[in-house]
C-alpha cells in the first residue's frame, strides 16, 4: 500500500480520488444523453466532492506533482466545464432551433474554450503543493455551480433560454477575469 502514498506514482491516493471524479463525469455524461438529468447532477456533484478531497489530500501526505496537476485539470474540465455545458445543451437548448440554436450552440463553444482557458493558464501558473490565497477569476467549480443555478432557474421557468445563453455567456467571461475569489 506504500504506493498509494509516493508522490511520483500517477496511481497515489489523492490521483485515485481524481480518478473517481473522472469516472462520475463521464458517467454523467452518459446520463444526459439519456435524458437522465436528476442522476447526472448527482453523479457531478459526486465528482465535485472527490475534487475537494483529491486537493486536501495531496496536500496533507505531499504528494502533489506535476502530473497530478494536469490530471486534476482535465478532471476539472471533464466535470465542471463539459458536463454542465451538454446538461445545458441536452435540458434547454435541444428545444430551440434556428438562429437561437445557432447562438446557443457559440454561447456553449464559448463557455467550453473558456473554462480550458482557465483551467491551462492555471496550470501554467501552478506551483505543486502550493495554495494561494485567492484565485484571479472564477474557479470552474464554482462557475459550474452557477451553471447549476442557471439550469435550475430554467427548468423551473424563472428564466428563459435567452437569459441561459447571456448567464452562460457571463460565466464564461468571469472564468477568465481579473475578479479575485477567495480559496476555500
Request: glycine share 6%; charged share 10%; hydrophobic share 55%.
Given at each position: ?6 508522490p511520483t506514482?500517477?496511481?497515489?491516493l489523492a ?10 463525469g ?11 438529468f ?16 483529491d ?20 478532471a ?7 458536463v ?10 435541444s ?22 482557458r ?18 484571479i477569476?472564477?474557479p ?29 455567456v ?6 477568465n477575469?481579473k475578479?479575485?475569489?477567495?480559496h476555500?
Amino acid at each position: 500500500m506504500k504506493f498509494l502514498f509516493t508522490p511520483t506514482n500517477h496511481f497515489n491516493l489523492a490521483n485515485l480520488f481524481t480518478f473517481v471524479n473522472i469516472a462520475a463525469g463521464m458517467s454523467a455524461t452518459y446520463f444526459i444523453t439519456q435524458n437522465n438529468f436528476f442522476i447526472a447532477i448527482i453523479l457531478a456533484w459526486v465528482g465535485g466532492a472527490f475534487d475537494i478531497f483529491d486537493g486536501k489530500i495531496a496536500r496533507k501526505y505531499n504528494l502533489s506533482n506535476e502530473f497530478g496537476i494536469q490530471l486534476d485539470s482535465f478532471a476539472d474540465f471533464l466535470s465542471f466545464v463539459l458536463v454542465p455545458v451538454f446538461l445545458i445543451f441536452q435540458a434547454i437548448y435541444s428545444t430551440l432551433d434556428g438562429m437561437l440554436l445557432a447562438i446557443s450552440a457559440i454561447a456553449s463553444i464559448y463557455y467550453v474554450i473558456s473554462g480550458l482557458r482557465r483551467l491551462i493558464q492555471f496550470n501554467i501558473d501552478a506551483d505543486a503543493g502550493k495554495v494561494s490565497k485567492y484565485f484571479i477569476g472564477v474557479p470552474t467549480p464554482l462557475g459550474a455551480i452557477l451553471l447549476w443555478l442557471v439550469y435550475l432557474a430554467a427548468i423551473n421557468s424563472l428564466i428563459t433560454a435567452p437569459l441561459v445563453i447571456v448567464a452562460m455567456v457571463a460565466i464564461g467571461y468571469l472564468l477568465n477575469s481579473k475578479l479575485k475569489v477567495r480559496h476555500p
